[in-house]
């Protein structure tokens, strides 16, 4: 208990806005906890680290944490991300986004992100739904799902987060759920570490805008629910599709060493000083 309080008045800006905006129950919270507990295990001093988030519930999470943080708008969170990056590579900038605010109005911000393999951590929790702007579906709520613009259900496929961002050329990828938090805790940190454009998706809930139309239960029904689909990625490489129906597997899906774009970006400055300094 006594190392909680220390990680809490060591990284949590205690005089702004708090009791927080989330739900009781929400899984912000849960991500926020295993974020500083990550950053902390890092070694990381907090003015080596800029958050940057966008609109919705995840949003506010750069409000509370004490690092350098950039609350911009909806959708360009990886847009003022990749300018903090360019002016100062040396920075972890690390981007809280929502599945909506990351892969539908963000969506090309995210691709790009990913194929430009910039220095990068992308944190997208994922709860399937628009839940602080009325509870619209988004590219990740479930065919069938209910939300105020399916009021008869969603008759859109959703994709998967984790699997984009492997395919858009992202070097890690993984996959937790705000249950498995010592999991999460480790996801996140081996994130912030890699060298390159890392994703961590994070499933979450949202039980008030979500649950309560689904009829998936309370916040704790809906942390069970996490439990019993998520599969670890080990055994999920032994199981047939049938067997990883209504399931998905969580851990590191991709973890490879790709070109970094800042670097390569920095190769091209000095052989351009060196073509102008030739031309004179």
């Known amino acids: 208990m006594a190392e909680v309080t220390k ?5 949590l800006r205690h005089h702004k806005k708090f009791p927080h905006v989330w739900c009781p129950g929400c899984g912000n919270g849960i991500l926020l906890g295993a974020l500083i507990r990550a950053i902390d295990r890092t070694r990381l001093e907090k003015d080596e680290i800029v958050i940057v988030s966008g609109i919705g519930c995840s949003g506010r999470l ?11 708008t909806h959708g360009r969170a990886l847009t003022f991300a990749t300018g903090v990056k360019l002016a100062n590579p040396k920075l ?5 986004m929502g599945d909506g605010d990351a892969t539908a109005i963000g969506g090309n911000h995210f691709i790009h992100a990913a194929r430009r393999n910039l220095n990068l951590t992308a944190i997208v929790i994922n709860n399937s739904i628009y839940g602080m702007t009325g509870g619209q579906y988004s590219p990740t709520t479930p065919y069938g799902s209910l939300a105020t613009t399916s009021l008869y259900g969603n008759i ?3 994709f998967s987060i984790a ?10 990828v993984s996959r937790g759920t705000v249950y498995h938090t010592k999991l999460l805790d ?3 940190e081996k994130a912030i570490q890699k060298r390159g454009f890392s ?26 629910w996490q439990k019993n689909s998520a599969v670890r990625m080990e055994k999920a490489r032994t199981l047939s599709h049938e067997e990883m129906k209504d399931k998905f597997s969580i851990g590191v899906l991709v973890d490879r060493d790709l070109p970094v774009y800042t670097e390569e970006y920095g190769k091209v400055k000095e052989m351009a000083k060196k073509a102008m300094t030739q031309m004179r």
């Open 7 to 11: 990680l809490i008045h060591k990284y």
């Open 62 to 72: 750069s409000v509370y944490v004490d690092f350098n943080t950039l609350h911009t």
């Open 92 to 96: 972890h900038v690390i981007v809280i």
């Open 156 to 158: 859109e496929q959703a």
């Open 163 to 172: 699997e984009l961002a492997a395919m858009a050329g992202a070097s890690m």
């Open 186 to 188: 480790d996801l996140i």
């Open 199 to 224: 994703v961590v998706e994070v499933i979450s809930h949202c039980h008030t805008q979500y649950g309560r139309r689904n009829k998936m239960g309370n916040a704790a029904d809906m942390l069970l």
